[in-house]
């Protein structure tokens, strides 16, 4: 074995670790506000994008304000998306998801939010972002997940660490499927 394939094997086990160290984690992320254009996202502290729990938050975020103005939750979300802006079918999916006044949906995330009051967060706006046995499995990806106030489990979104600098981008989530009726618009509630 030449140095670079013990120098190379050396960094696939310190990747393999930290992967399989990521067990299971829950991180908690408090805001007072929730941002209100690209450049109050970028000004969080989370902006920084050193680790997957940090923007799978932010993702929230970004669909919480696409939910409200469709042109500053695109800007978010291309932003927390680095080198792989979303594409036409991408942008379509979130319009139909957001059909039929279902604009709460990001909001079931936040602590607090529940089918019975309408999904109105407790402030300050929390979110919880949690990983599991499975999440690290795939070298450069990590899979977590975000509890939800109108489904029994978490729902899945997924990173992609760049390798130039570290930072994690969103490559896919899976946040925006269906959940309980809020209470106002059940009309067998």
Not at 95 to 115: E, M
Request: glycine share 6%; aromatic share 12%.
């Amino acid at each position: 074995m030449s140095i670079f394939d013990k120098l190379k094997h050396s960094a696939m086990d310190t990747v393999m670790t930290a992967a399989s160290s990521m067990g299971n984690k829950s991180e908690t992320f408090t805001f007072p506000a929730l941002p209100e254009s690209l450049a109050q996202l970028q000004a969080l502290p989370e902006a920084s994008l050193d680790t997957p729990f940090q923007t799978a938050a932010l993702t929230v975020l970004a669909l919480c304000a696409y939910a409200a103005d469709r042109q500053i939750g695109l800007d978010m979300l291309n932003w927390l998306r680095g080198p792989r802006p979303l594409n036409g079918q991408e942008i379509s999916f979130l319009n139909d998801r957001f059909r039929d006044g279902k604009t709460y949906l990001p909001f079931t995330y936040f602590v607090g939010s529940t089918p019975d009051n309408n999904y109105t967060p407790t402030q300050p706006y929390t979110i919880r972002v949690e990983s599991s046995h499975v999440s690290g499995e795939e070298q450069g990806y990590m899979k977590l997940f975000i509890p939800c106030g109108g489904a029994d489990d978490p729902r899945p979104i997924k990173m992609r660490q760049r390798g130039s600098d570290g930072k994690w981008f969103l490559w896919e989530q899976y946040l925006l499927t269906g959940v309980r009726t809020p209470k106002a618009a059940d009309p067998w509630a």
